[in-house]
Structure formats: structure tokens, C-alpha cells
């Protein structure tokens, strides 16, 4: 991002300092208070989707009204990054430059081989909700004599049916269940039929279960695809037996995973080029369009992102020429998360999937047991909150 915004603008690399706090998201999270509460400046923070609110409302950043950046700017950029970028007095505070939309990875032989499709559009219309999804794991099952799992983890689906909810995880000072016990039967009847492999998320047996035909596909966001060749990584690279044997469809329903949010610090003292970086990467049409074009990234832009899928050069080789973001583009369009990210929803969503993991491995003998497990470990973690 750097080295193309200076490029643009004319500046020069070093007059962009970039700090990394933290090895990873969660420990970003956590370091970034320590970081800000010190002598050092930030001008620019970059947040994550599940712990954004905590800098949104805390007194960390500033609206980007001080900027000069209003929401009206904002008429081309997906909805929910609004949303989750907007603080809980409804101020607009964080701006995306990446619409981090999902879909469902598959292999193409596999597909032809088990359910008899050809094409994306087929492979959608056997997996395009989660009965369906589950009718064809069933399926795969069988016809692969037990060999080969529909997804390829939990933590995949997970992802996946989270934006499945119709209500904040904390509202009202309570937490809100809502479709938790649907999604706990669900992973159940996929672990114990092998609809689901056991391998952990982004472990190396996680990245080897493509080609050894262990799973038909993954759940994969638009930063999983920018290098595309993570598809083949156990089995080097691009020599990868299996590389350019995927294809891409949306999957059992509309979502998105993770990105990152531009928010001006409290300590910004930079305002005029802090506003032209935030502006070239999240309102300009035309510079997030020439972004997307040599990252690979999904820009938050929807007239950028047309642009990209009309001019029809973008071929993912990974899935065999395929365009990922005229698949991902319909994705985009159908996430809605407005009024249900929480300051809360990293942890919490920890301790949910600790308590699906126990649920489905046998700690747990029950799914009572296991939402017990899981609402007493919140309860835990925020006993400030009103838990009934």
C-alpha cells in the first residue's frame, strides 16, 4: 500500500513510517492500548473486524470527520464496513479499504467426480444453503468410501455461519444466544459423520487436506486468494499436483472474514497526509481501482470492483483462470452487519467455539452442557455485564 501511494502522490517511502505492534490480530489488540497510552505518535491505526469497537469507543481515534471525511464519501464502499466502522454513538470513526467477502474453494475433479458438477454455477446450486450444504457432504461421503470431508475445518465454518446471526452478541447488556444451538447441531452431525475433517485451522495438515483429497474444499476469504498459490503450499507451490484444479462459488450463504479498518488516532498530528492516505485507499474510485488491480486485494469500492470484473483480466490461476471477484462481488452485496458488531465479540467468540470444540470432541456430553460452558466463561470475562 505504501510504495503505490507514494508512487501516486509523490512522496517519498520514508516519509511513511510503518509500525508493527503485535506478531498477530489478537496481539495487536492488546498492544496497541499499551502503545497509544505511551510518548509514541500514530497518526493512522489499522483495526481489526472483531476487536474494532474497542478503539472506536474508547478514546483512541477520532472521527473522520476531522479529517474532512464524511460518510457521504462512503456511497460506493460495501454497507457493513460501515457499519462495523461507525462507533456506538453512531459517528463514523474507521474506514475499510478491503471488503473482506468469503466463499467456498473446491476442487473441480472432485466435484465432477462425487456430485457430477462442471461448473461454479452447478456446484452452487447443490451447496446454496446449509441443508444443502449438508445433503452434499452426505453425498461426497459416500461416493468417496468415507475419504473425502466436504469442508475442510470447523474454524472454515465457523467463519461462515457467524454472519448467519440477526443480533449482536451483546444487547442490551445481555448476551444474545441467537442461532448458537443451530450451529452447535450442525457441527456435531458434521464431526461425528465426517462431514468435516478434525484438522485445526491453518495448521500444515490444514493446508495438505487439498491434496490429498481429504476435503472437497475451504472456506476462503479475499485475502486467502490474493497469493492463491496457499492452495498448493504442502506440495510446493505452484508444482502442486493439484493447482488450478479449484474453482470458486459463494457457498451455503453470504459472508465475510476479518479486514482491517483505517481509523485517525487521537495523536494524529498529520492530518493533511493522513486524509490523503485514507481517502486514496477507501473513497477514490480510481486509485483503489488501480489498488486492486496490481495487490490482488478486493477493494471496498463497488464501482472499483465493477470496473475490475468488466475488463475482464483478472484470471486467479490457483482456480484454473477463474475470477474470484465476479464470484465475490455477489458475496459483498449480500452481508449485512449493521448494529451487530460488539466491543465484546473477539473473546466472546472465542469461548463459543472453545465450547462447540468440547461439544464435538466429547468433552461436553451435551449441547446444554456445552452453551452452560460457554455462557459461564463470558459471564467470566465480563462480569460487569448483566447476565441472567
Same mark, same amino acid.
Given at each position: 500500500m505504501i510504495p503505490l501511494f507514494c508512487q501516486e502522490k509523490g512522496y517519498t517511502e520514508d516519509q511513511v513510517t510503518w509500525v508493527q505492534v503485535g506478531e498477530n490480530g489478537e496481539g495487536a489488540r492488546d498492544q496497541y492500548e499499551q502503545y497509544l497510552k505511551g510518548d509514541e505518535d500514530a497518526d493512522i491505526l489499522i483495526l481489526e473486524a472483531d476487536w474494532i469497537l474497542k478503539y472506536l469507543n474508547d478514546q483512541y481515534t477520532a472521527p473522520l470527520s476531522a479529517l474532512g471525511i464524511s460518510e457521504s464519501d462512503y456511497s460506493n464502499a460495501y454497507p457493513y464496513t460501515v457499519a462495523i466502522g461507525t462507533d456506538e454513538n453512531g459517528v463514523l470513526r474507521g474506514a475499510s479499504w478491503q471488503a473482506a467477502a468469503g466463499g467456498y474453494v473446491y476442487r473441480t475433479d472432485l466435484a465432477e467426480q462425487y456430485l457430477g458438477v462442471t461448473t461454479p454455477d452447478e456446484m452452487q446450486a447443490k451447496i446454496g444453503n446449509w441443508s444443502d450444504f449438508e445433503s452434499a457432504a452426505a453425498t461426497v461421503q459416500e461416493a468417496s468410501g468415507g475419504k473425502t470431508s466436504m469442508a475442510a475445518t470447523l474454524g472454515g465454518m465457523w467463519q461462515v455461519y457467524q454472519y448467519n446471526r440477526t443480533q449482536p452478541w451483546v444487547k442490551d447488556n445481555k448476551l444474545e444466544l441467537d442461532n448458537c444451538a443451530d450451529y452447535m447441531d450442525i457441527a456435531k452431525n458434521f464431526r461425528d459423520n465426517n462431514y468435516v475433517t478434525n484438522v485445526t485451522q491453518w495448521s500444515d495438515a490444514w493446508f495438505a487436506l487439498g491434496q490429498d483429497d481429504s476435503t472437497m474444499g475451504y472456506f476462503f476469504s479475499t485475502?486467502?486468494?490474493?497469493? &492463491?498459490?496457499?492452495?498448493?503450499?504442502?506440495? #510446493?507451490?505452484?508444482?502442486?499436483?493439484?493447482?488450478?484444479?479449484? @474453482?470458486?462459488?459463494? &457457498?451455503?450463504?453470504?459472508?465475510?472474514?476479518? #479486514?482491517?479498518?483505517?481509523?485517525?488516532?487521537?495523536?494524529?498530528? @498529520?492530518?493533511?497526509?493522513a486524509a490523503e492516505f485514507i481517502n486514496f485507499f477507501t473513497t477514490d474510485s480510481a486509485t483503489m481501482q488501480k489498488y486492486a488491480e496490481t495487490s490482488g486485494d478486493f477493494v471496498n469500492n463497488k464501482v472499483s470492483m465493477q470496473a475490475v470484473v468488466d475488463a475482464g483480466t483478472n484470471q486467479n490461476a490457483a482456480l484454473g483462470g477463474q475470477d474470484q471477484f465476479a464470484v465475490l462481488i455477489s458475496a459483498a452485496n449480500g452481508i449485512d452487519m449493521d448494529g451487530k458488531i460488539t466491543r465484546y465479540d473477539s473473546d466472546i467468540k472465542n469461548s463459543f467455539n472453545n465450547a462447540v470444540q468440547g461439544y464435538v470432541d466429547g468433552t461436553y456430553a451435551t449441547k446444554d452442557e456445552a452453551l452452560d460452558a460457554f455462557q459461564n466463561d463470558v459471564a467470566a470475562k465480563f462480569p460487569d455485564l448483566n447476565w441472567d
Open positions: 485475502w486467502c486468494l490474493t497469493a &492463491g498459490a496457499q492452495l498448493e503450499q504442502a506440495s #510446493g507451490g505452484t508444482s502442486g499436483a493439484t493447482y488450478g484444479k479449484y @474453482n470458486i462459488c459463494v &457457498g451455503p450463504s453470504n459472508y465475510a472474514w476479518g #479486514g482491517s479498518w483505517l481509523a485517525p488516532s487521537v495523536k494524529c498530528d @498529520n492530518k493533511t497526509m
